[in-house]
């Protein structure tokens, strides 16, 4: 009797294991924008962290330091959307309590 409950198991951990997989790969084909100031500068990123195109406002090119700062508030920006894409493309699959990443 423990044994078929084994197999259960085990069956039900492979498709835990295959839906997350499905679903980091669907991730891997979404992308999010990043943007500061009001879209000056817009930072497109796949939610598997692959940085698919900077667009900056040529207005911010002259002032190097405030287009620095411009760039991480764009990038933290991007970076949020991912994790709240992400959380609610996987927080789901898994056990109450337990937050990605793992």
Known sequence: MMKGGMGNLMK????????MQKAQDE?????VEGLASNGLVKIA???KHQI?????????MNDHEMLEDLLIV???DALQKIEQ???AKMGNMLPPGMKLPF
Do not use: E, H, R, Y
């Open 85 to 87: 894409t992400t959380n």
């Open 12 to 19: 039900q951990a492979q498709m835990m294991q295959a839906n």
């Open 52 to 60: 698919k195109k900077i667009s900056i406002d040529p207005s911010v």
């Open 45 to 47: 990123i796949s939610c």
């Open 27 to 31: 991730l891997g084909q979404i992308d």
């Open 74 to 76: 764009a990038f933290k």
